[in-house]
């Protein structure tokens, strides 16, 4: 079977930094992504890990331990424009070449003045 | 360029009707996927095809129907419409089977009444 966990939501201050955790229990992990989705949008995609380890891109970082099932979203600088839901995502190998995406419920963020 | 489309982008019917739902993407992928979010922003996978092949069903009510003419366009019919199948379906599309990045379609709200 497969378990993500995330906070539900957060509140955070412009200008500062957020960590957003997400856990995981699957069979097969092949990769974990990060996708932000603001009210009545579609969800984008922001990172990607397969490694352990730390990719960073812009004011956007992603933390990966496969080991311990766990990865982190770190936000710098917050805009306003920050406030949105964070999906984490969890890649399930399959039989075959076919992987499956599966979905966190996502962590509510609230960037306040 | 919008890059993966769907239509309508709000639909709302009585309960019993059918529908259907548009998908088409102008990435050159090869899968194309469906996905419910429901009100709780849980977003689920529910079926994928490659090069018009379905590769991924997750145990959805046969009520709903994926058909895809080629690997450009993913439709779903859904018969007998249920207030329960209320949801934003998204559409999306991949390079290949193997956990590439998914790029998401805008959504079709669906309010059944």
């Known amino acids: 079977g497969q378990n993500i966990d995330q906070p539900t939501e957060m509140t955070a201050t412009e200008g500062a930094i957020v960590q957003i955790n997400c856990t995981y229990q699957?069979?097969?992990?092949?990769?974990l992504f990060w996708y932000q989705q603001h009210a009545g949008e579609a969800p984008t995609f922001l990172s990607y890990?397969?490694?352990?380890g730390l990719e960073e891109k812009g004011r956007f970082s992603s933390f990966l331990s496969r080991s311990k099932g766990y990865s982190y979203l770190l936000l710098k600088e917050l805009q306003m424009k920050d406030s949105a839901s964070y999906l984490c995502?969890?890649?399930?190998?399959?039989?075959?070449?076919?992987?499956?995406?599966?979905f966190g419920t996502g962590t509510l963020l609230a960037v306040q003045p | 360029d919008t890059a993966v489309s769907q239509t309508p982008k709000y639909l709302v019917t009585q309960m019993g009707n059918d529908k259907s739902i548009k998908c088409e993407q102008n990435?050159?992928?090869?899968?194309m996927y469906w996905y419910k979010q429901d009100s709780k922003k849980f977003l689920k996978i529910m079926f994928s095809?490659?090069?018009?092949?379905?590769?991924i069903n997750e145990t959805v009510p046969n009520r709903f129907s994926p058909k895809s003419p080629d690997k450009a366009h993913l439709n779903l019919h859904i018969n007998s419409l249920e207030l329960g199948d209320s949801a934003v379906y998204f559409c999306?599309?991949?390079?290949?089977?193997?956990?590439?990045?998914?790029?998401f379609g805008p959504g079709t709200r669906l309010l059944v009444l």
């Open positions: 999306a599309s991949s390079q290949g089977t193997g956990g590439e990045t998914q790029y």
């Open positions: 699957t069979s097969g992990f092949n990769g």
């Open positions: 890990n397969v490694l352990d």
């Open positions: 995502a969890v890649i399930r190998a399959r039989g075959g070449a076919t992987n499956k995406l599966i």
């Open positions: 990435l050159g992928h090869d899968t």
């Open positions: 095809y490659n090069n018009k092949e379905l590769i």
